[in-house]
């Protein structure tokens, strides 16, 4: 679910870090090797400044090698353990309830364009039983999804509410 889509997120990030590095270091490498070529164009007298390019040179690519070997890099486990999986794997129920404002179409309408998995006859169906019964239950997801859903509901003018999904 999201703790998994976030560790895909960071390894893009991490992935991206390190292509950033490596053209960094290319540019770099690239700009010493230049140097040092055109060292050797300059007169004998300035000898020392050639081996000094030399070395940085070499050190340069010593660092641009080790650069290649990929990272050692620790991502988070893809599944909690324990509590905190009881923490997380908890379910929250979205309610639509009955109103006297709103016409059953626009409803229907609204159940459709805020969540996505809803189709046209489940949004009919749910707001039927909103109708008949009440309330009625859109969906069961984590409890951010179901507030993100709550709020486009009744931002639109809908009477909804989040409530925890219980074991019965």
């Known amino acids: 679910g999201a703790f998994s889509a976030r560790s895909i997120t960071l390894n893009n990030i991490i992935a991206k870090h390190i292509h950033i ?17 055109s060292a050797f164009s300059l007169p004998a007298s300035p000898g020392r400044r050639v081996g000094m390019v030399s070395s940085v040179a070499r050190q340069a690519v010593a660092m641009a090698d080790v650069l290649e070997r ?3 890099v620790k991502l988070a486990p893809q599944e909690p353990k324990g509590d905190e999986m009881n923490a997380r794997g908890k379910k929250y129920k979205l309610l639509l309830f009955n109103d006297s404002v709103n016409k059953r179409e626009f409803v229907a309408r609204v159940l459709v364009a805020t969540i996505p998995e809803v189709s046209e006859a489940k949004a009919y169906t749910i707001m039927q039983q909103a109708h008949t019964q009440g309330f009625a239950v859109c969906g069961v997801w984590v409890y ?22 219980s074991d019965e």
């Open 144 to 165: 951010e999804l179901a507030e993100a859903y709550c709020d486009g509901l009744t931002s639109q003018g809908l009477t909804a509410a989040v409530t925890e999904e």
């Open 70 to 72: 990929p990272p050692e």
């Open 21 to 37: 590095m490596r053209c960094t270091w290319t540019v770099l490498l690239a700009s010493l090797l230049a140097l040092q070529v």
